[in-house]
């Protein structure tokens, strides 16, 4: 699964920790998601979307 | 949470393993001085509950024991795989039971709750430093 989750953190000038804290997850969780090592649980998800005030599917999409 | 528990059995393992090793090389000192064995324990348990709220510490500043976190996720991959590993380690140690009954149970039993703890910490060590790396 790809995501938009390292380009909306920029535009939105979040840092890593600032958006672990905000998610409730580790600043290495969201360092793994970024890098497309880790796919989020859906709840983890939806949280990180809401957080860019975007749908889940304008952040988290099928890889092909 | 899961992490700590393991900590707590491999700590009482590793103190019952000692403890079963002396039982078998010094049978008649250990008998003799009940209370060395007892401070003994005492300090490998202190030390354990040491690591574990210091781990807990840890695990609450960097909320990497959170359900959603990636750390979780190689935490119960680590489990599973260690799960397996016990298996295959507690069917030896039962067969080694077997064609060497001189060989006391207590000692195979801490012997396998040891392993499968260590298994688990270094499985995860690894693979969080792996995870680490590629990043």
Same mark, same amino acid.
């Given at each position: 699964?790809?995501?938009?989750?390292?380009?909306? &953190?920029?535009?939105?000038?979040?840092?890593?920790?600032?958006?672990?804290?905000?998610?409730?997850?580790? &600043?290495?969780?969201?360092?793994?998601?970024?890098?497309?090592?880790?796919?989020?649980?859906?709840?983890?998800?939806?949280?990180?979307? &809401?957080?860019?005030? &975007? #749908?889940?599917?304008?952040?988290?999409? #099928?890889?092909? | 949470?899961?992490?700590?528990?393991?900590?707590?059995?491999?700590?009482?393992?590793?103190?019952?393993?000692?403890? %079963?090793?002396?039982?078998? *090389?010094?049978?008649?000192? $250990?008998?003799?001085?009940?209370?060395? @064995? %007892?401070?003994?324990?005492?300090?490998?348990?202190?030390?354990?509950?040491?690591?574990?709220? $210091?781990?807990?510490?840890?695990?609450?500043? /960097?909320?990497? @024991?959170?359900? =959603?976190?990636?750390? /979780?996720? $190689?935490? /119960?991959?680590?489990?599973?795989?260690?799960?397996? =590993?016990? *298996?295959?380690?507690? %069917?030896?140690?039962? $067969?080694?039971? *077997?064609?060497?009954?001189?060989?006391?149970?207590?000692?195979?039993?801490?012997?396998?709750?040891?392993?499968?703890?260590? =298994?688990?910490?270094?499985?995860?060590?690894?693979?969080?430093?792996?995870?680490?790396?590629?990043?």
């Amino acid at each position: 699964m790809k995501n938009a989750v390292l380009d909306l &953190r920029r535009q939105d000038n979040l840092t890593q920790q600032d958006l672990a804290d905000r998610v409730g997850v580790s &600043r290495q969780t969201i360092l793994s998601i970024e890098r497309g090592r880790f796919d989020p649980s859906l709840p983890l998800a939806f949280r990180i979307a &809401r957080e860019f005030g &975007r #749908p889940i599917e304008a952040v988290f999409f #099928p890889a092909d | 949470v899961k992490i700590q528990v393991a900590l707590i059995l491999g700590a009482w393992a590793l103190a019952g393993l000692v403890f %079963s090793v002396a039982r078998v *090389l010094f049978p008649s000192s $250990l008998s003799a001085a009940p209370f060395q @064995a %007892s401070a003994a324990a005492l300090i490998v348990l202190g030390a354990a509950s040491l690591s574990f709220w $210091l781990k807990r510490r840890v695990q609450k500043r /960097t909320r990497s @024991a959170a359900p =959603d976190s990636a750390e /979780t996720r $190689l935490a /119960t991959k680590a489990q599973a795989a260690s799960m397996v =590993d016990g *298996l295959i380690v507690g %069917s030896l140690l039962g $067969l080694l039971l *077997l064609l060497q009954p001189g060989i006391p149970a207590a000692l195979m039993v801490f012997a396998l709750v040891a392993i499968v703890v260590a =298994d688990f910490q270094v499985r995860y060590a690894i693979a969080l430093r792996q995870e680490k790396r590629a990043q």
